[in-house]
């Protein structure tokens, strides 16, 4: 999404700000995105090897773009949305599979949706106050003209990784030689709290969202 629900920081700003959007770790981060249709058929088909093979390739993807964008500077408004959009796309698709499978059980399935389609809603409202004027429906979905940059709050972190770890050890647990069950339901209950608490935290949060603003050019 563009933003994450946040109470925005107002900062004025006179123009737009054009990036190059295009650039490996981008591309990377939006493979991860493509693949969640063939990991979600995969799993519905019981090819949980397979299903286990793309869960590597999203997080090898995920560990080299980040590498790729501090070490030689390729850093875009677009990434900071791109990556963690990759991350809620691997998770819906993880969460509404395993769901239809019976692996997680559906009032934590409702949990995780719930607060992703309620920030999804806020992301989208947030794009338009923050889009600098004209507010087309054009350059409303250019990507390449940034209207805030998305920090994700500390609980936010945390409780993405518990999602994708549960997720994760969810997947690959029909392929183990021992029972999951017990331990895999203390983790839910775990992951239930994070994400209940993971959404309020940005009703509170003041640095979630930056307003990225052109500087006023003189005048002549």
Known sequence: MFVTLVRPRLVRYTQSIKENIYT???LLTASRILACPVLGWVIIHDEFGFATALLVYAGLTDMVDGILARRYKMFSVLGTILDPAADKAL???????????????VPLAAIILGRDVLLSLSAFYIRYKTLPPPKTFRRYWDLSLPSAEVHPTAISKVNTLLQLMLMTVTTISPLL????????????????????????????????????????????
Request: no cysteine; proline share 11%; glycine share 4%.
């Open 91 to 105: 998770m819906t698709t993880l969460t509404i599979t395993l769901a239809i499978k019976g692996m997680i059980p």
């Open 24 to 26: 490996l770790p981008n």
């Open 177 to 220: 030689p021992f029972d999951l069950a017990p331990a895999l339901q203390g983790f839910q209950w775990i992951v239930a709290t994070t994400t209940i608490w993971s959404g309020a935290s940005y009703l509170f949060s003041k640095n979630a969202v930056r307003i990225v603003a052109a500087k006023r050019k003189p005048p002549p």
